[in-house]
C-alpha cells in the first residue's frame, strides 16, 4: 500500500539552527500539508501546498518557515533559527484530491536544545 | 474561534465491551475524519465522512450533519485497540475541503483484558 514517508524520524538541533524535514509524499496525489503536535497537545495545521505553491498557511507558519516541492517527489519543511518551542512532532500529509481521504507520515520529533 | 470538541478524554474499558467516542463541531463542515494515534506517534486515518455512516470492520462512524455531531463506535473491543482516537474536519469555508483540518484534542482509550 502506498505512504507518506518522512525522514528523519528524529533530530535533535541547537537553538538558532536551521533544520530541513523531508516528506515523500503518495506518488499521485496533489495536496501536501504540514503539521506539528507538541508533546501533550493537539495537532495543529501549519501550511497546505497545491501546484507548486502555498494555498493556506495558519499563525503559527510564521517567516522562520518556509515549504518547498523541489522536484517531483520531495516535500519539505524548513525553520530558518530553530527556538525551544518548536519542539513538536512534526507529520506531513497528502491527499489527492480535496475532501478524499489524508495520509500521514509517521513523523520527524525535532528536539530543539 | 471553531473548534472540534470530542469526549470522553480518557475512557478505559473492559475487552469485549461496546466503546463510544463522540465528536460535536460548531460550524459548517465539508468532511469529517476520525483518525487513530498509537503510542509511536504516527496518524493513520480511519475513516472520512460527510453525510451517514460507514463501517470497516469492527469499527462504526456515523455522522449528524444537522446536530453536528459524529461518533466512532468499536464493536467487540480488543486491547489493540488501545490508542488515541482523534476527530478532524474540514471546514466549508476553508478552500472547498482542499485545506489543512482542524483537529480535537484526541480521546486516549485503553482496553484491558
Known amino acids: 500500500e502506498p505512504e507518506v514517508t518522512q525522514t528523519p524520524s528524529h533530530q535533535v538541533t541547537q537553538m538558532g539552527q536551521e533544520v530541513i524535514l523531508r516528506c515523500v509524499p503518495i506518488?499521485?496525489?496533489?495536496?501536501f500539508y504540514w503539521y506539528r503536535q507538541i508533546l501533550g497537545q493537539k495537532v495543529e495545521f501549519l501550511v497546505s501546498?497545491?501546484?507548486?505553491?502555498?494555498?493556506?498557511k495558519s499563525e503559527i507558519f510564521d517567516d522562520q518557515f518556509s515549504v518547498e516541492r523541489p522536484d517531483g517527489s520531495n516535500f519539505t519543511l524548513k525553520i530558518r533559527s530553530t527556538k525551544l518551542e518548536d519542539s513538536a512532532m512534526y507529520f506531513c500529509?497528502?491527499?489527492?484530491?480535496?475532501?478524499?481521504?489524508?495520509?500521514f507520515g509517521q513523523g520527524t520529533r525535532l528536539t530543539v536544545v | 474561534k471553531n473548534e472540534v470538541e470530542q469526549s470522553p478524554q480518557n475512557l478505559t474499558a473492559q475487552e469485549g465491551e461496546f466503546i463510544t467516542i463522540n465528536c460535536s463541531y460548531s460550524?459548517?463542515?465539508?468532511?469529517l475524519h476520525w483518525l487513530q494515534q498509537h503510542p509511536g506517534g504516527g496518524i493513520v486515518s480511519l475513516f472520512m465522512l460527510s453525510s451517514g455512516k460507514k463501517k470497516h470492520g469492527r469499527l462504526i462512524a456515523t455522522i449528524n450533519i444537522q446536530e453536528k455531531h459524529s461518533s466512532l463506535h468499536i464493536t467487540a473491543s480488543h486491547p489493540r485497540d488501545s490508542a488515541v482516537y482523534i476527530c478532524a474536519v474540514s471546514y466549508l469555508y476553508s478552500g472547498g475541503g482542499a485545506d489543512g483540518l482542524t483537529f480535537g484534542k484526541g480521546t486516549h482509550l485503553i482496553i484491558q483484558p
Open positions: 460550524v459548517g463542515i465539508s468532511a
Open positions: 500529509a497528502s491527499r489527492r484530491e480535496p475532501n478524499t481521504e489524508a495520509f
Open positions: 506518488s499521485n496525489h496533489l495536496y
Open positions: 501546498f497545491y501546484n507548486n505553491e502555498i494555498s493556506e
